[in-house]
Every structure is written in C-alpha cells, then in structure tokens.
C-alpha cells in the first residue's frame, strides 16, 4: 500500500470522497454532490491515486467498499463534522449558510410540525436546503453513518444515538363515516374483529402500533400495509378498516365526510416524538441551530385534547 503524505492530499476531495463511500454509486454521489457523472469519475479516480486503493469496485449489483475504504469512511464520520467546524469556527450564521440539511420523518412530520418548522428555518436561513426523506429500516444506521443531519420519529433509538422529546402525541381510531362501529371509543374487540390499516416505514415490530397490538394479544383478521399516514387516511372511506393515528394527524383530516375520527382504546398510552442525532454533531454549531429550530416549531406544537 503506498503511504498518503498530507503534503500531497488535496483535503477539499474528502467532502466528495464522504458521499461516494455512502453512496457507492458514481451517478448518485455526482448528483448530491452537484456535478457531471464525468466529472465525479474523475474525481474518483483522483481519489484512487491519492490513497493508492480502488475505494470502491464494481461487482455485479453496483459498487462494494474495499477494507481500505471502509476504514476510511469509519474515520470520516468522526472527522467531516470537526472539519466544518474548524473552518467556520465557533460561530455559525445562518443567514450565509448554504448547506443542504437532511431530515428523515415520515409524512406526519411535515404536515403536523412543517408549517412552524418551515417558516422558522427558511426565514433564518434562506439561503439553506432541505431535504426530507422517509424513514425506512436504515434510518438509525443513516444517521449512524452521516448520511443523513437528523431523524425525526417516536421509536427511539439504540446507543449511541441521541434523542430528544420534541412533545406528547396519542393515539385515536379513524374509520369510515358509513363504518358498523358507531361508538365514540373504540374497544379492543372492535380492533380484533375488522380489518387495520397500518402505516408501516420501518420494520413492523418498531412502530408503535403493530407493536401494541401484539403486545395486548390483537390479530386484526386482515390488514393493509401502507408507508404513508395520508394513504391509510384515505383508503378509509367505504370500507371496514381501520386505521389508529397520531391524534393531530388525523385532526387534519377532520373535515373529510367519508371519514370519522374515534377516541382509541384505553389501553392505547400517549407517546413522545423525538428528534435523532449523532453524538458527534452534539456541539457542533449548525447542528446545534438546527435542532433548536426544530424544537422550537415542536415548542409550539399544540397540546392535542381528548374529544373528537
């Protein structure tokens, strides 16, 4: 293995070496990193050159890391973080910043927490993009690996990732305004005897629903599974599903005449939604803006009541 001497390393390649080892495609890293798939080939083989290994090698399903590379991407993780914030020193201003921040929630998260957190960030930064993606079964090793800024959902997650309560939720029952189930509030029967929409984005056993209603002994006699909260919503009308929700989603929905809102079984407790990050960004200063900007719009959240 030839040796790497900083003196002939150009550092600012380790900005695009971070992305092509998370994305470990040429196409995908030129396409975040804003540039021609030309031009991140050449890159990547700049990169090839300057650590004297192939980083990435092309197998029959796409690319795979070699060792050398995923040493490297390891110690990037750590570093890429104490890098920016060497260079923009204590102080961070988000009135110039022009980062790209990357947030995965599921769809609950825009409609419930996005006006306030919308507003806010774009009105201190904006100059800043976001983008929001879903989350899936790879979201705790997303934010793990840095390819994401911060996650947002009420699963919290293993060490050494961090968590904060953003607020409460609970949970109601919405079913079709023409459903046989009349009553105000739901009763396990009525779970165990009609059919669930569940809303499902990481595996099933980690969201709260599907995990109660194993825990309380309720097989619903058929299912739908969907990833979205709005698809459940409306796959409701004219039909016997049933769909249990964050009470200030389905509130949005209120309005709809094919649906109606339920209070959920007793046995249904409210829950915390928390906001994810990494140890590593814990001081770094535009992080730290970020996850006030993002408490602040949880702050003002309203307090959900019983009743519908």
């Known amino acids: ?16 070496l971070d992305v092509l080892l998370e994305e470990r495609h040429v196409s995908r890293a030129a396409a975040r990193f804003h540039l021609s798939q030309s031009a991140m080939s050449r890159t990547l083989a ?16 796409g690319y795979e890391l070699t060792p050398r590379a995923r040493a490297i991407q390891r110690e990037l993780q750590a570093v890429m973080p104490r890098l920016r914030s060497l260079v923009r020193g204590n ?13 995965q929630c599921t769809d609950y998260v825009p409609a419930v927490l996005g006006p306030g957190l919308f507003r806010q960030l774009f009105h201190q930064a904006p100059h800043l993009s976001l983008t929001m993606e879903p989350l ?20 919290k997650p293993p060490a050494p990732l ?11 029952c919405v079913l079709s305004r023409d459903h046989p189930v009349t009553a105000d509030r739901l009763e396990l029967d009525d779970l165990a005897a009609y059919p669930h929409a569940s809303v499902v984005v990481m595996q099933a056993e980690n969201m709260l629903v599907d995990r109660r209603l194993g825990e309380l002994g309720i097989q619903p006699p058929s299912s739908l599974r969907v ?23 389905a509130r949005l929905h209120a309005d709809d005449d094919g649906i109606r809102i339920a209070e959920a079984p007793t046995e249904f407790c409210r ?30 959240v309203d307090v959900p009541e019983s009743g519908v």
């Open 46 to 61: 700049r990169l090839r050159d300057t650590f004297g290994d192939e980083l990435l090698v092309r197998t029959g399903t």
């Open 91 to 103: 102080d961070f201003d988000p009135g110039t910043a022009t980062d790209t921040v990357r947030v």
């Open 136 to 155: 899936s079964p790879h979201t705790f090793d997303d934010v793990e690996r840095g390819r994401v800024d911060l996650a947002l959902s009420p699963v």
């Open 162 to 172: 961090r968590w904060q309560t953003l607020f409460e939720e609970d949970f109601v």
């Open 227 to 249: 990833p979205y909260f709005a698809a459940a919503v409306t796959a409701l009308p004219e039909t016997t599903l049933i769909a249990t929700l964050p009470r200030r989603f």
């Open 271 to 300: 829950f915390p939604y928390g906001v994810i990050w990494h140890p590593r960004l814990t001081n770094d200063p535009a992080h730290s803006w970020l996850r006030t900007v993002v408490q602040t719009a949880g702050d003002a």
């Open 1 to 16: 293995m030839r040796p790497v001497h900083i003196d002939n390393a150009d550092l600012n390649l380790l900005k695009a």
